[in-house]
């Protein structure tokens, strides 16, 4: 079928008469947003609405301001003629206005069918409405007529494109004889049973083999269907397998680099912690003393300046000491030397010393008699004295012990010190290791690169990333899991299936012999055809309806890969699944890991517009006839380069389109609008181009001064 | 025993007002607060390490900077024998520094001797030792402190390199050799 003209009479903002020509091809209807576009649509429609509400509402208002007066009749029309084989056919539906007492009267619409015929005989139709089924079959109109976006979403249905492919299933008409088959094996079988059971000798043994074979047909029916969903299930998963083994090449090298590249990362990790822990240096400088490291000489200070206040002290107190007993003193200060104080070395060491009668301070002699043994002796008895006196004489000049306690300091903290010598060596020893790891790091990272480059080249020419590819893999192992244990409950299944068979073939041998001897040849020969006729009736349906799926996505894929110009937006994919007797078909659009694809706006077009130009083929092929395809402002989440491609899957995949789009209207600084030249570009196929737009005499918000206007560019 | 020691680290140390920026910019103040997202590149956990680091800056480089006598002085409430004790999962104990600060000071402090006799023999009170050592150390913790900031400012220090407090440490080392033979 062809649209060879619509005529739009005084309908919404087509004031007058407006007519709309269309050639093979594609016909683009330019509109800026409210120009006339989709009234244009709805005028389409509206010719096929049986449901009548608000017929005011479509007069144009031009019409209802400028021509409506008492007496005249305005005619609000819209009408399609087409060519359909070799016919041409008219329909149109049309009433009439007229101004009654100051009110509006509206006849009620009426349709009118002409047929031309080939011959050139033309007449009217008695049945319109059958030549407009004739025309345009509501079921087909479904996939041929879209407004927006959205509606292209009808193929989201899994029954409306059953509906669709069982309608131009060569095999259709075959369907209905499934049931008039069935029954008549039956009757066959029974006729055949009966028969049997005539010879009453053998009547309980038939009986028995009756009983048994309606019994094992229907446990392999079971079994059958049962096996049936496994081979789907195998079928699909196989094709998922298929299409990992695309991506991933060599599974087990892929699995050996993940793994190798697993244990690097976790080195890499310990190795980040230990450096992470050496690297906390202005931490180290306090919990590790750090902060010492230069310390060394100002401990020499200190000590040094608490030895001298030290000594000061001692002789300080010495010569407290001799002023108070002076005699004493002098005898005591031998050469000027300042003794040592008193109690040192201790009592028990003088005493010691003096039985032995040796100076184990400067280890020389000192036998008895001899000064220096007299010297020890001396200092021992004025030791004895000094506590005694103490005792009684509390007379000092210190009163404090101060200065002992930070000489305590001092000597407490002397090997301390040794070990400050060692902290630069330390730090630097740090340094080293933190540098040292740092290199084995990024050593590591370097191999570990090295193995991620390899695994890429393993996942293959694909987009997807590293980090989904562990999915990748597990899900590719889960299908091959998913397929072992599929198989193997398909081979028990069809273990069972071929006993049972076995057993059906043995009982049915049995009853066969026994019908040969006691029903006519003529009987079971029927019963046999007609078992063919059912089989044969049943598997060419199906099989007609999977070869049209599967032809009906090959094709959808086709022109979807085209329009996307070699960029990567998945499979479109139709499931076919069946719930009871019916038969559905699932429209999904999937990565190669069978995931739903995240398309954006223009791609899940694309992929609509696909689909529906591959069912535009598919009718054209299996009914014999193209019809066209309208579409009203699909492209609106299109960027401008996709256009080309778009214009051009629809020319060449189908006959005839009218695209009718807001794009290619520019606006100058006047508000004057134009076609933009851009759309004249040799690469937008197009066969015609009309512009529908406002009258330049409408008013803005003036709605009775408005009408759109169709310029053929 | 009379421990001078046990005294001196009973008291807090003061610093110049006028380098509060550098305690507030350099420390995370209150401990804990390490994941607080303003806390990012504080590297100093608390004031007293901001502070026993500046007095080592100080002292290493030789950085006596007497605080101005109009000088606001301020502390943080936490006496010196605190400092260091924070043991925790994550820090070590070093208190141990309280000790090195100590000798630090009495090395430092010019002319300590003559006082530490009037100490002993009770002409003087602790508390004057005490007002002395404080002197020495808030000079060179002052000293430090201005030396840091300089390096900050103007030398552009990054002190969000994990080494840049370590290093100045390490730099001092060189300092004080120079010092040292120039003695």
Same mark, same amino acid.
């Given at each position: ?16 008469k ?8 594609? @016909? ?31 007069i ?20 399609? =003629? ?14 009439i206005?007229?101004k ?50 959205? #509606? ?24 209905n ?5 069935e ?6 079988? @029974? ?21 048994? !074979? ?8 079971d ?58 240096? *202005? ?5 590790k ?5 230069n ?8 000590? *040094?300046?608490?030895?001298?206040v ?35 070395? *201790? ?25 220096a ?30 200065i ?40 590591? %990272?370097?191999?570990?690169e ?13 987009? !997807?990333?590293?980090?989904?590819a562990? *999915?990748?893999?597990? #899900?590719?192992?889960g299908?091959? =899991? ?14 069972? &299936? ?29 019963q ?30 086709? &022109? ?24 559905q ?18 791609q ?54 009218? %695209?009718?789009?807001? #794009? ?8 004057? &609008? ?5 759309f ?15 009258d ?18 | ?20 920026? /550098?305690?507030?910019?350099?420390? $995370? ?20 390490? /901001?502070?026993?680091?500046?007095f080592?800056?100080? /002292?290493?480089n ?24 924070? +043991?925790?999962?994550? $820090? ?30 009770? +002409? +003087?009170?602790?508390?004057?030792? +005490? ?12 000293g430090?402190?201005l ?20 290093? /100045?440490?390490?730099?001092s ?11």
């Amino acid at each position: 079928m062809r649209i060879k003209q619509v005529v739009i009479t005084n309908y919404q903002s087509y004031y007058g008469k407006n007519v709309f020509d269309f050639v093979e091809g594609v @016909n683009i209807i330019h509109g800026a947003n409210g120009h006339g576009k989709t009234k244009f649509f709805e005028a389409i429609e509206w010719i096929f609405d049986d449901y009548e509400s608000n017929l005011e509402g479509l007069i144009s208002q031009k019409a209802v301001h400028n021509e409506i007066k008492e007496g005249i009749n305005v005619q609000v029309s819209v009408r399609m =003629t087409v060519s359909q084989g070799n016919e041409t056919k008219t329909i149109e539906k049309s009433f009439i206005a007229h101004k009654n007492n100051e009110s509006i009267s509206i006849s009620r619409p009426s349709l009118i069918g002409i047929r031309e015929e080939e011959t050139g005989e033309r007449y009217q139709v008695d049945f319109p409405k059958e030549l407009r089924s004739e025309i345009f079959d509501e079921r087909i109109r479904r996939y041929s007529m879209f407004k927006g976006e959205t #509606d292209l979403k009808v193929f989201e249905s899994k029954d409306a494109l059953s509906t669709l492919i069982e309608m131009f299933s060569d095999a259709t008409y075959l369907k209905n004889y499934i049931p008039k088959a069935e029954y008549f094996v039956g009757r066959a079988e @029974n006729a055949v049973t009966a028969a049997g059971k005539k010879n009453a000798r053998e009547e309980k043994q038939y009986a028995i083999l009756s009983e048994e !074979i309606i019994n094992l047909r229907r446990e392999i029916s079971d079994k059958e269907k049962e096996r049936n969903q496994h081979e789907i299930n195998i079928d699909k998963i196989q094709s998922s397998i298929l299409k990992y083994e695309n991506i991933i090449e060599n599974a087990e090298s892929y699995q050996t680099l993940s793994e190798r590249i697993r244990i690097k990362e976790e080195e890499i990790s310990k190795l980040q912690v230990r450096v992470r822990e050496c690297e906390n240096y *202005t931490q180290d400088l306090f919990d590790k003393n750090w902060i010492l490291v230069n310390y060394k000489p100002v401990f020499e200070e200190y000590k *040094t300046k608490i030895a001298n206040v030290s000594k000061t002290k001692r002789r300080l107190e010495n010569e407290f000491q001799q002023k108070i007993g002076e005699k004493k003193a002098i005898e005591n200060l031998k050469n000027g030397i300042i003794p040592l104080p008193i109690g040192a070395p *201790t009592r028990s060491h003088m005493e010691e010393m003096i039985e032995a009668e040796l100076c184990k301070v400067c280890n020389r002699e000192a036998p008895k008699g001899s000064e220096a043994y007299e010297f020890m002796n001396n200092r021992l008895q004025e030791y004895i004295e000094a506590v005694e006196k103490d005792m009684f004489e509390k007379k000092q000049l210190f009163k404090h012990n101060y200065i002992n306690s930070l000489t305590k300091i001092s000597d407490s903290n002397d090997e301390n010190i040794s070990n400050l010598i060692k902290m630069e060596s330390k730090i630097s020893e740090n340094f080293e290791f933190v540098e040292s790891r740092k290199a084995d790091i990024n050593k590591k %990272i370097e191999e570990r690169e090295k193995d991620e480059a390899e695994r890429a080249k393993v996942i293959g020419g694909s987009k !997807i990333d590293v980090g989904s590819a562990a *999915t990748i893999l597990r #899900d590719f192992k889960g299908l091959n =899991t998913n397929i072992k244990d599929e198989n193997t409950s398909l081979r028990s299944l069809t273990n069972i &299936i071929n006993s049972k068979k076995e057993k059906l073939a043995d009982f049915q041998n049995q009853k066969n012999n026994l019908d040969i001897a006691n029903v006519a040849g003529y009987l079971m020969k029927t019963q046999e055809l007609l078992n063919d006729v059912l089989t044969i009736t049943v598997e060419t349906t199906e099989k007609e309806f999977n070869n049209l799926v599967i032809d009906l996505e090959k094709q959808a894929n086709e &022109i979807f890969q085209s329009t996307n110009e070699g960029a990567y937006t998945g499979k479109i994919k139709l499931y076919k699944s069946k719930r009871g007797n019916q038969n559905q078909v699932e429209f999904k659009v999937l990565d190669n890991f069978n995931n739903p694809f995240a398309l954006n706006g223009a791609q899940e077009v694309l992929a609509h517009t696909s689909l529906l130009l591959a069912i535009s083929k598919m009718v054209k092929n299996e009914a014999n006839e193209s019809y066209p395809l309208i579409l009203d402002a699909p492209l609106s989440t299109f960027d401008s380069n996709k256009y080309p491609a778009f214009f051009n899957s629809f020319k060449e995949n189908t006959d005839q389109c009218i %695209i009718l789009v807001k #794009d290619f209207i520019k606006e100058d600084e006047n508000k004057k &609008i134009s076609i933009d030249s851009s759309f004249y570009q040799a690469d937008i196929v197009k066969d015609k181009s009309l512009w529908v737009k406002l009258d330049e005499n409408s008013i803005e918000n003036q709605i009775e001064t408005t009408n759109s206007v169709v310029i053929e560019l | 025993m009379d421990k001078l020691f046990d005294e001196w680290k009973k008291s807090t140390p003061k610093y110049d007002k006028n380098l509060e920026h /550098l305690f507030k910019s350099l420390t $995370r103040k209150g401990g804990g607060a390490e994941t607080d997202r303003e806390d990012k590149g504080k590297i100093f956990s608390n004031n007293y390490e /901001l502070y026993i680091y500046a007095f080592f800056l100080g /002292l290493y480089n030789n950085k006596y900077e007497e605080l101005p006598e109009t000088a606001e002085l301020k502390d943080f409430s936490h006496a010196i024998q605190y400092w260091g004790s924070t +043991k925790s999962a994550l $820090r070590n104990d070093f208190t141990n520094i309280q000790e090195y600060l100590f000798m630090a000071v009495i090395a430092k402090t010019e002319g300590i001797e003559d006082d530490l006799i009037e100490l002993d023999k009770g +002409k +003087k009170t602790v508390e004057a030792i +005490k007002k002395r050592l404080h002197v020495t150390m808030q000079n060179y913790t002052n000293g430090g402190l201005l030396l840091l900031e300089k390096k900050i400012q103007e030398e552009n220090l990054d002190i969000t390199i994990g080494t840049s407090m370590l290093d /100045l440490i390490l730099q001092s080392k060189q300092e004080t050799e120079n010092i040292l033979s120039e003695a």
